[in-house]
């Protein structure tokens, strides 16, 4: 026995080596270029061939003496490759390490098709947009740190994913495979979660061995995405600070006004953060809590400080000067324009990131002010990225509407967008999706399509689509079609074939829908979850001014546009909601027969293929429900013009049919949805408050069943009314007016007790003849709306300019009336942050009859000190209500239509 294995060893040693390539990298090559080495050596450790690879920057010594035979780059062409075969050399080189390491791994995907190295090549490619991210949310469903939105420390409790080792690396493999460059996190407040701050030992928040765990796996984690040639971007809102800073000094945990000690706060955790991480970039929200007209002040006299301070500390510590690093500011919620005159004489590096459907996808291209602003973006920064971000008319299903991406991609280059950033579909809950599976589902698997798409045509938009078309059934049949290496059927090819038509068709859908009867494109509505009759009969009155789709809507009508013209007989212009809703209907129906039709060529992935199905039943079941609710609703409008009861009857089968449609939806995502939307805050809006009881699709169906009821209810009184001798409402008539008959008096709200601190404005009690203003007596409430009358709220001047300091007793909602604009002297301020909900519409009627009526918006606030700095300008606080109370949508104008479907 041991003679054999001696004989067997010796023979093996004497026969010649296999021959693999050789891959020769160069004498002092980056982490980067040794990563795609390896790639590279994996690629090829199988193959029985002898080229030499050669792997390295386009000027390397390695280069050379190819120089002749190699084109040199363009100036610039950062991220650019080429691959050429020399014989049986093969160079793989790039105008940097990102450049190399991509055509690295454009040569492994060529050698993974071919099981070969192709023995031609003579290749270049380059990207178009110069910034390629994806976002992952360091934020929970929920808030629950202090009451405080946006604000996590990092903990494994609440972030399991960010100490896991093997998960980034698959990860940030996946990313890198599709030339992804950046990746933006985004929390509140990160710094006392990544630094230690021995200026303010107070400010820290974590035990220290936690804070030194967090530091370690940030170091690990920056260091392993350099690698791959990604960027991590570390994003802030402002004013945020330590809550235990805060507490030391009694201040709030957001401030909505610079101070100067928040000031040197921020600044120092900056200047650490860019001394201790100095590739990590940063991004910041300069506005929400924070009022939009400081923008300009934080970021010349607080930001771009602390950037410097760090770079300073930088360069004394490696003895050379440290060029500026790119900072991005978002345009959100901010003067964005103002802010950025004011950094650019300090500081040169700047680019700017911004929405570009809002909260939603909407459209491929953009119009009107959103146009005109990217327009003032890209000439006013380096770099302007398009921020995709939440996703809130697409939520919970799958999306991937490959010719949409591309269209989208191919506009950000015509506008002059350079940088892509890309929120995950479900954002809120990373890294899983919403399905109801065990193990839960990551979404970077169930949403491939999602993060390839966009990948791809960041790279470059400028593809043929029917070469495309061919590429995604491909990508298609990879997934749910190979059966190890044997030639596909026809079955499978047209199974990808099904599933590609699936996606594209139910993909336009929401998209499509959305812009014609939703209430905003903010993530205040989940479109999946359904609408009230109400919101779509008079969707402006829940509509935050700021998000009025009209906007950047292509040309087309609402429902009220719609209805008015029919009633006018005035002819119709662009899309209607009633075609749109109808055209997606049908849309999503015929996406049901292809997902179906491709079962018989599914070879792999068959419980996705299934999720799939379901997807697209649900997605239709949906756009069946709008289909018919749309119809009903423009029925019940049209009755408020002619009162004729039987647009009434009429829309009663209708809206029927809607809720036996939602019946359907709750039924396909019962046991196999988890829930519909991410967002679990109040902060949703519509169709229902959000919460722990309205997540589902299931726990809205009641509010669809009941609003039926209610309506039959009160179109059988109607009618009943129109017979003479019958009992009902025997004020209504068949012609009778749309007034509430016999709504319940309203009762004021329930209140939390504060304490205004002395300085600025006074408290008062809110009722008829109260003056609005400290500063002017006859200005006065001519009639307050039940719910308010009695509640105490805060008055301040006509030209308020400081900011209000109250303590709340337990957290709240703080309600304020906002002015709209009118001939009185006062100067006016406006809900201007997205953080602001309007809740009662027309709630005030000022004295004297010229005066608009005021609305009340409202915000949620955590208990303790608080303050409220709306910048300029008048408005009135009209109470503090605990922070779960619903509060109705009432109006003293009373002319609307919401008594037919509610008690
Ligand atoms: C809105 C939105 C938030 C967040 C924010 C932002 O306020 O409701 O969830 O996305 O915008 O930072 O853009």
């Not at 994996?42 to 061939?49: G, Q």
């Amino acid at each position: 026995m041991n003679k054999l294995i001696l004989a067997l060893s010796a023979a093996l040693l004497t026969l010649p080596a296999i021959a693999t390539p050789r891959i020769v990298t160069s004498s002092h090559a980056t982490p980067r270029e040794q990563y795609a080495a390896t790639r590279l050596r994996e690629a090829v450790a199988n193959l029985p061939t002898n080229e030499t690879i050669l792997l390295a920057q386009r000027h390397d010594a390695l280069i050379a003496p190819y120089d002749k035979q190699i084109p040199d780059f363009w100036p610039n062409a950062e991220e650019s490759f080429i691959l050429r075969r020399l014989g049986n050399t093969i160079i793989v080189t790039g105008y940097d390490a990102s450049g190399t390491l991509y055509g690295a791994l454009e040569l492994t995907n060529r050698i993974a098709q071919a099981h070969a190295i192709p023995s031609q090549l003579d290749y270049e490619d380059h990207p178009q947009l110069k910034l390629r991210g994806t976002a992952i949310g360091m934020q929970k469903p929920e808030i629950t740190y202090e009451g405080a939105e946006y604000d996590y420390p990092y903990t494994p409790k609440d972030f399991p994913f960010f100490y896991d080792k093997a998960w980034w690396t698959h990860y940030l493999d996946y990313l890198v495979d599709n030339r992804y460059n950046a990746l933006f996190l985004w929390n509140g407040h990160p710094f006392t979660s990544l630094l230690k701050l021995p200026k303010y030992p107070e400010a820290q928040e974590l035990p220290t061995a936690q804070l030194d765990q967090n530091i370690a796996m940030f170091r690990w984690l920056t260091a392993e995405a350099d690698k791959r040639g990604i960027w991590i971007l570390q994003g802030f809102y402002n004013i945020h600070l330590s809550h235990a800073f805060a507490r030391a000094h009694h201040l709030p945990y957001h401030l909505s006004a610079p101070t100067p000690l928040s000031s040197d706060y921020t600044r120092y955790c900056i200047a650490q953060f860019i001394q201790q991480y100095p590739h990590v970039g940063i991004f910041m929200t300069l506005g929400e809590a924070m009022g939009p007209h400081y923008g300009p002040q934080w970021l010349a006299q607080t930001i771009i400080p602390g950037v410097k301070d760090g770079l300073a500390a930088l360069s004394q510590r490696e003895g050379q000067a440290i060029p500026e690093p790119p900072i991005i500011v978002r345009a959100h919620a901010t003067d964005i324009q103002d802010a950025l005159a004011a950094a650019h004489p300090l500081y040169s590096n700047i680019d700017t990131m911004w929405k570009w459907n809002g909260e939603s996808l909407t459209w491929t291209n953009i119009r009107g002010p959103v146009r005109s602003r990217f327009a003032d973006l890209v000439a006013g920064s380096n770099v302007t990225i398009a921020n995709i971000h939440l996703l809130s008319n697409l939520e919970p299903f799958r999306w991937g509407d490959p010719d949409f991406i591309r269209e989208t991609e191919h506009n950000f280059i015509r506008i002059g967008i350079g940088g892509l950033h890309l929120y995950p579909l479900r954002y809120w809950d990373w890294p899983y999706s919403a399905d109801n599976t065990t193990p839960l589902l990551q979404q970077t698997d169930r949403d491939w399509i999602w993060y390839e798409a966009w990948a791809r045509y960041a790279w470059n938009p400028e593809r043929n689509p029917q070469t495309e078309r061919t590429y995604w059934i491909t990508r298609f049949a990879d997934r749910f079609t190979s059966t190890n290496n044997q030639q596909p059927t026809t079955n499978n090819q047209q199974a990808a074939e099904h599933l590609l038509n699936a996606y594209e068709l139910s993909g336009i859908c929401a998209p499509k829908l959305l812009p014609r009867i939703g209430i905003t494109e903010g993530n205040r509505e989940v479109f999946s979850l359904g609408m009230t009759m109400p919101q779509l009969i008079d969707a402006a009155r829940f509509n935050p001014a700021e998000t009025l789709w009209t906007g950047d809507a292509p040309a087309g009508e609402r429902l009220t546009d719609y209805v008015a013209n029919e009633v006018a007989h005035k002819p119709h212009h662009g899309e209607t909601p009633i075609g749109v809703a109808a055209e997606v209907a049908a849309s999503s129906a015929k996406a049901v027969e292809e997902a179906e039709a491709a079962a018989p060529g599914i070879t792999r992935n068959q419980a996705e293929y299934n999720r799939i199905v379901n997807d697209t039943k649900s997605i239709a079941a949906l756009m069946a429900f709008y289909n018919a609710k749309v119809q009903a609703a423009a029925l019940v409008m049209q009755y408020s013009y002619d009162h004729n009861l039987t647009d009434l009857e009429h829309a009663e089968p209708l809206l029927a049919e809607s809720v036996s449609h939602f019946k359907e939806l709750v039924a396909l995502t019962d046991t196999t949805y988890r829930d519909a939307a991410a967002m679990h805050t109040s902060q949703r809006q519509i169709p229902v408050r959000g919460g722990p009881d309205t997540e589902h699709f299931r726990d809205v169906l009641p509010v669809y069943e009941k609003e039926l009821a209610t309506f039959q209810t009160r179109l059988k009184a109607l009618e009943t009314a129109t017979n003479p001798g019958a009992p009902g409402l025997a004020s209504e008539t068949r012609e009778g007016s749309a007034t509430n008959p016999s709504a319940p008096p309203a009762k004021p709200l329930p209140e939390v007790p504060f304490t205004l601190a002395p300085g600025a404005g006074e408290a008062f009690t809110i009722a008829p003849g109260q003056p609005l203003y400290t500063d002017d007596a006859r200005a006065t409430i001519a009639t307050v709306v039940p719910e308010l009358n009695g509640l105490k709220g805060i008055r301040v001047s006509t030209r308020q300019e400081i900011p209000l300091h109250f303590t709340l007793a337990a957290p709240a909602q703080i309600l304020v009336g906002f002015f709209k604009s009118s001939s009185h002297k006062a100067l006016d301020v406006s809900p201007a942050t997205e953080q602001w909900n309007l809740v009662m519409p027309d709630a005030v009627i000022p004295s004297g009859g010229k005066a608009l009526p005021i609305s009340v918006w409202a915000k949620p606030l955590p208990a303790g000190r608080n303050d409220l700095d709306l910048g300029k300008g008048a408005y009135i606080v009209l109470g503090f209500v605990p922070a779960d109370t619903h509060i109705p949508f009432t109006a003293t104008n009373s002319n609307n239509l919401d008594w037919l479907f509610e008690n």
